[in-house]
């Protein structure tokens, strides 16, 4: 009984509405990334060092904001009190 209770408990993380808005969140930030490259690839030619130097840690910011959502979303949840070994 408890075996199922937990597993009910673990599958029913993935129907909240906050990590279908998760989901929903990062594909929006793939479109983004998707824009922000084509718009730096474009200005690169006429851009100013500084000018890279930003776009490219733009895109350092956009990678660890993605890796944030799926670590957010996907982590694996353990019930009860977390083990020391």
């Given at each position: 009984?408890?075996?199922?209770?937990?597993?009910?408990?673990?599958?029913?993380?993935?129907?909240?509405?906050?990590?279908?808005?998760?989901?929903?969140?990062?594909?929006i930030l793939v479109?983004?990334?998707?824009?922000?490259?084509?718009?730096?690839?474009?200005?690169?030619?006429?851009?100013?060092?500084?000018?890279?130097?930003?776009?490219?840690?733009?895109?350092?910011?956009?990678?660890?904001?993605?890796?944030?959502?799926?670590?957010?979303?996907?982590?694996?949840?353990e019930p009860g009190?977390?083990?020391?070994?």
């Open positions: 009984m408890l075996r199922r209770a937990d597993a009910i408990i673990a599958f029913s993380r993935w129907l909240t509405p906050m990590l279908f808005g998760l989901v929903i969140s990062l594909g479109c983004e990334v998707a824009i922000y490259v084509w718009e730096l690839i474009v200005t690169l030619p006429s851009a100013k060092d500084s000018d890279v130097i930003v776009g490219v840690l733009t895109l350092a910011t956009f990678a660890l904001t993605g890796h944030l959502v799926l670590i957010t979303g996907f982590r694996a949840p009190p977390m083990r020391l070994d």
